[in-house]
């Protein structure tokens, strides 16, 4: 599981100030788009992140499991984790949150197991699993 440490290590400490080369705003292909209307049509974002991001939409497609991504909830704010002092992966663009009105912090996810798995078999780490559970959070899985 990719930690902050790891992103200061490849991205440098997150901060308003600096420019971020390993950031880019993504045009959204519109074949994802059109078939996941809640997506936006640009995101500002991790180029390591846009490969395993378009593969999981496109796995979400292939499985008709459109309807089940209600809300698009964020993928670059430079902040701490809630509740801790250790950087954010979402302070790197490398994390993205999906029906966050759904599965809040803290709580028993609502996510399906197939659309989970979009996810995870694209590369990606689900925050639904972990002590604290975090089911609206992806992160990228490696760096």
Known sequence: MVRSQD???KYGVPNNTMEYAHLTMWNVPDWII????????????N?????PLEQAFAAVIANCLTQEII?????FNIRKQRGYNTWSLHAWAIA?????ARNPLGQVPVMSPALVKCFTDNGFDWGGTWSRPDGMHFQLSRI
């Open 34 to 45: 059109s078939e996941i209307p809640t997506i936006p049509k640009r995101i500002y974002c």
């Open 71 to 75: 809300s698009w909830d964020g993928c």
């Open 47 to 51: 180029k390591d992140l846009i490969k």
């Open 7 to 9: 992103c200061i290590q």
């Open 96 to 100: 993205i949150d999906i029906n966050a």
